[in-house]
């Protein structure tokens, strides 16, 4: 799974296709991710007591990941992830995502 907690993504299906958000959550064993403000779902909930009215609840369901792009925080332009391993004198090589678009590291 390429995309993280905090990412900037946009929606590639469903109603909010084409808008962009920040990712809140992600279930990288279900390969899912929920985006701050879209793809919402309204939870309705019955009233606790008696004479208090029931509530609507929104709140942003999963979406598959494979439809989500990253939006890249150094061009600004939707992109697929590439990886480079960068190896730093007497440390273990780390592994960074990379745009496809500019070549800039994300993360
Ligand atoms: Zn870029």
Redesign the pocket.
Known sequence: MNIKKNDHVKILSGKDRGKTGKVLQVMPRANRASVEGLNLLIKHLRPQREGEPGQRIEFPAFINASNLILV??????T?RIGHKTVKVEGKAPKKFRV?R????IID
């Open positions: 890249c925080p150094k061009c600004g332009k992109t745009c678009k500019c070549g800039e």
